[in-house]
């Protein structure tokens, strides 16, 4: 074997977007129709080592310890394609990955998973990583993605691919601004429909979605703002509209898409609470029913206590800014 193919190791962390990304301008490309903003999570990482070998006939995934589905690895195909093309190589690939994700979160690792296999692949062929194509690489398979390449508060900008194709930015690093994300957990297991599908869903049938395309750019441009002047009102207000606007097209959405439980809009009504009690926090979702509480670290303790003791709630984790991708060889 070449020493450019030695077995490659990468980590990424998960981000939540703080103004959201919600439906493709351009399927075949997945390019977002509107841009989103990110803060990476330290506490949610995934590990993926990839090592192609000259003698094996197909790629094959590993996931937390079992072999992945069918549809699972062809995603993760579709992305080693893309490596291989770039490399001048035909090997096939074995691809470990592990999600050191607090177990049973129920926490989405798309992103980090992604942004960790386009990392571990690009660096196993021996070519040296270049953040923004990696993040354009990431953001092919999966948009979210794009922002875990990067470490704090990044942004992905939709609109026509550049040079490279379309990737994240970094707006401010994770030290910027000593955030919490307390995630409060109110199912186990997988989402019941996937994000993809959901937000195709959403831009084919929603009768909201092109008020959602024409209010997303504003609540990121106040979300951008809010992160350069360290103003958290500004900022959470932007972000639950912006939460609440994607969930309001996924709801109306034919069938409809409504991945809210009676336990998240306890969550909702707690976090809503505690701020008419003077505590600064708001919240967001993602395609799924957990509650996401936002909050300065002095006040994380009492939001995390009032999340746990909330009807329905299975498990509050703390979160702080992370940073981005690491590989190793
Ligand atoms: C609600 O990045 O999972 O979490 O590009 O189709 O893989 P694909 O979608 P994905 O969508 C994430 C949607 C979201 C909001 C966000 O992370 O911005």
Redesign the pocket.
């Known amino acids: 074997m070449p020493p450019s193919l030695l077995p490659a190791r990468a980590t990424a962390h998960a ?3 703080l ?4 439906g ?1 301008s351009d399927i075949a490309r ?1 390019l ?1 129709a509107v841009p ?1 903003i ?1 803060l990476t999570l330290e506490e949610l990482v995934t590990e993926t080592e990839v090592c192609f070998e000259p003698r094996r006939k197909h790629d094959q995934l590993l996931l937390d310890g079992r072999r992945a589905t069918a549809v699972e690895t062809r995603r993760a195909a579709k992305l080693l394609d893309r490596v291989r093309a770039a490399a001048g190589i035909e090997h096939r690939a074995t691809v470990t990955s592990t999600n050191h994700f607090p177990t049973a979160a129920g926490l ?1 690792s ?2 980090s998973g ?1 942004a960790a296999l386009a990392a571990a692949a690009t660096c196993a062929t021996g070519r040296e990583l270049d953040l923004t194509r990696l993040s354009a690489l990431a ?1 092919r ?5 794009a ?1 875990s390449v990067f470490g704090g508060f990044v942004e ?1 900008p939709a609109g026509a691919p550049g040079e490279h194709g379309l990737a994240a930015r970094p707006i401010a690093p994770p030290g910027h601004w000593d955030l919490r994300l307390v995630l409060a957990i109110t199912a186990a297991g997988p989402k019941s429909v ?3 599908e959901a ?1 195709e869903r959403s831009r084919t049938t929603s009768p909201f979605y092109d008020a959602w395309v024409a209010s997303a750019p504003r609540w990121c441009d106040a979300v951008k703002r809010a992160i350069h002047d360290r103003d958290l009102e500004l900022l959470g207000t932007a972000m639950e509209q912006s939460t609440l606007s ?1 969930h309001c097209c996924a709801i109306t959405s034919q069938p409809s898409t409504l991945y809210w439980s009676p336990a998240t809009i306890a969550a909702l009504q707690t976090v809503t609470d505690l701020r008419a009690s003077g505590v600064p926090v708001w919240s967001t ?3 799924g029913p957990h509650v996401k509480a936002l909050c300065e670290a002095v006040d994380a303790p009492r939001v995390g206590n009032a999340l746990k003791q909330t009807p329905g709630v299975l498990r509050v984790l703390f979160t702080t800014p992370g940073s981005g991708i690491e590989v190793s060889s």
Do not use: H
């Open positions: 981000n939540i977007a103004a959201k990304y919600w493709k997945n977002p989103s990110s989405a798309s992103a992604f953001r398979s999966s948009a979210s993605a922002r992905l996937g994000s993809t937000m994607f979702m993602d395609a």
